[in-house]
């Protein structure tokens, strides 16, 4: 079975890739490494998360179009955005970057609903 082009990439990731080679003690950098290692794995947590998420709101996307919905719901993205921030600072993470962070995920979910009405209208 031939893998995509980036799952071959993912699989040849060197996690010792470092520039600290040769400038701090083996004890730093196998600690270094090691935390790293966790982060790597959050990343990996945080990739198929986001792909979950976007095939959810691919679906709604769908449902939009069939029902001629508008790609924004502006009331929805307000609580969204005041939902997250108050998880966030719960969670003892900046609301500021969490705002950023939802802002982003919610203009590309737009664009993607926008491209799917626009497909199902020229359909």
Known sequence: MN???NAESAQSFDPHAS???GEVQNEVLEELYAIRGS???FDAQLVFLLAERFKATQRVGHLK???QLPPSDPNREKAQIERLR???HEAHLDPEFAEKFLNFV???VIRHHQNISDSHNNA
Do not use: F, R, V, Y
């Open 106 to 108: 919610i203009s590309e």
């Open 3 to 5: 893998e995509p082009k």
């Open 39 to 41: 982060i790597d794995n």
């Open 86 to 88: 108050a998880l966030a």
């Open 19 to 21: 520039s600290l080679q």
């Open 65 to 67: 179009a069939m029902h």
